[in-house]
């Protein structure tokens, strides 16, 4: 197993549905990649090397208090970028 960053697959997982309650968002794969990226910088890494490792960031993810963090940490992504998307034209945006 490579070394990962095991937080980007959390934060893409949680993504998904986050985004459904967030209608006026743009979800074009630009505003995707903007938003995670963002998230992710506010959030500690978790990084992995071996299925051991997986298995105990997913236990650790699974907590509630990392939960909440990481859906607020998301949730305050997609408001950035909402009010600031950088799409370079207008046929590029999905909503």
């Not at 963002?38 to 105990?56: C, E, F, M, Q, V």
Request: net charge negative; with cysteine; proline share 4%.
């Amino acid at each position: 197993m490579e070394l990962k960053n095991y937080m980007e697959d959390i934060v893409a997982q949680k993504l998904e549905a986050i985004l459904k309650q967030y209608p006026d968002c743009c979800s074009c794969e630009k505003c995707r990649r903007d938003i995670m990226s963002l998230a992710l910088n506010h959030l500690p890494p978790r990084y992995i090397s071996t299925d051991k490792g997986n298995l105990y960031a997913r236990i650790e993810l699974l907590s509630i208090a990392y939960d909440s963090d990481i859906v607020e940490k998301i949730a305050k992504a997609i408001a950035v970028v909402s009010k600031n998307p950088r799409h370079e034209d207008e046929n590029e945006t999905k909503h």
